[in-house]
């Protein structure tokens, strides 16, 4: 089974809910929009961290987490959404979460724990959010009843963070695009679709 291209389906899953959350923040739709946008940040985690987590050393690593962050620079300049005004946006959440497995991969464990500590108070979902992707990493990576163990508690964190268990569809998500058909392999990513829906946004209903 090819999971990285069944795992097609869950991102776009993942993209509706969050263009679903960010319309709705400004359209007032209430909380039923955000509850469903509660979804798309685990479930882009877990897509994002297949494709990453099989990684030998951290070269490719670093580049994803140069374009993470120059794409989060660019939606972070366009984004009508308030919340995004006085925190960084996820593309720069998975770039440091880049950065620090890369940092892990190559035993740079002081670096790893300064980047996770410091950095991760300046991004979206703060240092709940960074377990949880570095879990899935580890999970992908390991295979292991120890590593689902950590994506069970660190996602039990996220839907405390959230005061919700919305996150946890993401795993429906996730699990129920292993058994759909597959979608064709967009070469629209997550980096190009996450400033481009953000600028739309503030076009059409800024």
Do not use: K
């Given at each position: 089974?090819?999971?990285y ?81 006085y ?52 999970c ?52 190009h ?14």
């Amino acid at each position: 089974m090819d999971i990285y291209r069944r795992l097609e389906v869950a991102r776009w899953v993942a993209f509706g809910a969050m263009l679903l959350d960010h319309v709705g923040q400004l359209e007032a739709w209430g909380a039923w929009s955000s509850m469903v946008g509660r979804v798309a940040m685990p479930t882009f985690a877990i897509c994002w961290a297949f494709a990453y987590a099989s990684d030998r050393d951290g070269d490719r690593l670093y580049r994803a987490a140069a374009r993470l962050a120059l794409f989060g620079l660019a939606a972070q300049v366009v984004t009508p959404i308030p919340s995004h005004h006085y925190m960084l946006n996820a593309l720069f959440m998975f770039a440091l979460s880049s950065i620090i497995w890369a940092c892990i991969l190559d035993r740079l464990w002081l670096a790893a724990s300064v980047l996770f500590l410091l950095g991760s108070c300046a991004t979206e979902y703060w240092w709940v959010g960074q377990i949880f992707v570095l879990s899935c990493l580890a999970c992908w990576r390991y295979r292991s009843w120890s590593g689902l163990a950590l994506v069970i508690a660190s996602m039990s964190a996220l839907c405390w963070l959230n005061d919700s268990l919305f996150p946890v569809l993401s795993l429906v998500v996730c699990a129920t695009s292993m058994w759909v058909p597959v979608l064709p392999r967009s070469r629209l990513t997550l980096i190009h679709l996450y400033p481009a829906h953000l600028a739309a946004i503030g076009l059409f209903f800024g």
